[in-house]
């Protein structure tokens, strides 16, 4: 709910911690700013950047660097075009959402990575939010979209698998995520035992939106998770959840650069909170509440590996 005071401040309605409605003024300078002109050339730039990461994704995990070799396009184009068109889908739907709630979200500023390709993109919005379920709407609506063509396209993929299948990887792959290795172990069977297996390009490109997807998804800062935590949980329960997950990235880092990586990005890009909503006392109703804890739930399984015993013990790895 919000009130104006003349043109230089807005009142904001939220609650302290004894959940009692306080009024907070903020200046008015404080509102968001739309998209600059330099802002907008930075993104295109980094778009540019992520077609050719994600090219170059595509020839490591073919086993050859595509920078060095760019006359085999061809090879990883299938991979390539797949990754760009989740990473458009998500983008669309965060815009599509943001249009029919009438805010506005700043264009996509994606982020190369050489080894999957992107982490994906951040978005500020240009406009206030009215309440709390438009921050959830608007963030859960690209990694859903994201997500379920990433997913629909790995089901494809590992169905269509067969022996002499375009791809051959190590079944060690299917060990690095939970959700992925146990789908493939019922769908693939026995394939799985050996130490190496053919695929179809589907299931590459299934996993790495998967990954992409679930990246946004963890609840720190303005990630997509992060504006979740806070949309459900407000902004104290956000702040704290933002801290945990830099713990456990910290940790990974140990196992895993690309966990260092992404604790820079979210560190100097986005570990600040979401600004106010005008009305921060509504909170998103329960079906929501329920649809973001299941998809905290799912990012956790597609980004924890099978321990090696695990593994073992599902067939998983020759």
């Given at each position: 709910?919000?009130?104006?005071?003349?043109?230089?401040?807005?009142?904001?309605?939220?609650?302290?911690?004894?959940?009692?409605p306080?009024?907070?003024v903020?200046?008015?300078k404080?509102?968001?700013?739309?998209?600059?002109?330099?802002?907008?050339?930075?993104?295109?730039l980094?778009?540019v950047?992520?077609?050719?990461?994600?090219?170059?994704?595509?020839?490591?995990?073919?086993?050859?660097?595509?920078?060095?070799?760019?006359?085999r396009?061809?090879?990883?184009?299938?991979?390539?075009?797949g990754?760009?068109?989740?990473?458009?889908?998500?983008?669309?739907?965060?815009?599509?959402?943001?249009?029919?709630?009438?805010v506005?979200f700043s264009?996509?500023?994606?982020?190369?990575i050489?080894?999957?390709?992107?982490?994906?993109?951040?978005?500020?919005?240009?406009?206030l939010?009215?309440?709390?379920?438009?921050?959830?709407?608007?963030?859960?609506?690209?990694?859903?979209?994201?997500?379920?063509?990433?997913f629909?396209?790995?089901?494809?993929?590992?169905?269509?698998?067969?022996?002499g299948?375009?791809?051959?990887?190590?079944?060690?792959?299917?060990?690095?995520s939970?959700l992925?290795?146990?789908?493939?172990?019922?769908?693939?069977?026995?394939?799985?035992?050996?130490?190496?297996?053919?695929i179809?390009?589907?299931?590459?490109?299934?996993?790495?939106?998967?990954?992409?997807?679930?990246?946004?998804?963890m609840?720190?800062?303005?990630?997509?998770?992060?504006?979740?935590?806070?949309?459900i949980y407000g902004?104290?329960v956000?702040?704290?959840?933002?801290?945990?997950?830099?713990?456990?990235?910290?940790?990974?880092?140990?196992?895993?650069?690309?966990?260092?990586?992404?604790?820079?990005?979210?560190?100097?890009?986005?570990?600040?909170?979401?600004?106010?909503?005008?009305?921060?006392?509504?909170?998103?109703?329960?079906?929501r509440?329920?649809?973001?804890l299941l998809?905290?739930?799912?990012?956790i399984?597609?980004?924890?590996?099978?321990?090696?015993?695990?593994?073992?013990?599902?067939?998983?790895?020759?």
């Amino acid at each position: 709910m919000r009130k104006k005071t003349g043109d230089r401040f807005r009142l904001f309605l939220v609650a302290d911690p004894a959940d009692k409605p306080v009024v907070i003024v903020l200046p008015h300078k404080k509102d968001p700013h739309s998209t600059t002109l330099p802002q907008k050339i930075l993104a295109v730039l980094l778009m540019v950047a992520t077609v050719a990461t994600t090219f170059e994704a595509g020839g490591i995990l073919l086993g050859f660097d595509f920078f060095s070799a760019p006359d085999r396009y061809a090879e990883v184009l299938p991979v390539a075009l797949g990754v760009l068109a989740i990473l458009a889908t998500h983008e669309i739907a965060h815009q599509l959402v943001a249009r029919y709630h009438q805010v506005r979200f700043s264009w996509p500023f994606f982020i190369p990575i050489i080894q999957i390709g992107s982490f994906g993109a951040f978005n500020r919005f240009e406009s206030l939010l009215p309440n709390r379920t438009v921050l959830f709407d608007v963030a859960f609506a690209g990694p859903v979209a994201g997500g379920l063509v990433s997913f629909l396209l790995l089901l494809t993929g590992l169905i269509l698998s067969h022996e002499g299948s375009l791809f051959q990887i190590s079944t060690q792959f299917f060990q690095s995520s939970v959700l992925v290795g146990s789908l493939a172990r019922i769908i693939l069977g026995s394939a799985l035992t050996q130490s190496i297996v053919d695929i179809s390009p589907l299931v590459i490109i299934g996993w790495l939106g998967l990954v992409i997807n679930s990246i946004n998804l963890m609840p720190a800062g303005i990630l997509d998770g992060g504006r979740i935590m806070q949309a459900i949980y407000g902004r104290k329960v956000a702040g704290r959840s933002t801290l945990a997950t830099f713990g456990v990235l910290a940790i990974a880092s140990f196992v895993n650069p690309l966990a260092f990586y992404w604790a820079l990005v979210i560190f100097i890009l986005q570990r600040n909170l979401e600004s106010p909503s005008l009305n921060e006392l509504s909170e998103p109703n329960d079906l929501r509440a329920a649809l973001g804890l299941l998809a905290l739930f799912l990012m956790i399984a597609i980004l924890f590996p099978f321990t090696p015993a695990l593994a073992q013990r599902f067939g998983i790895g020759g």
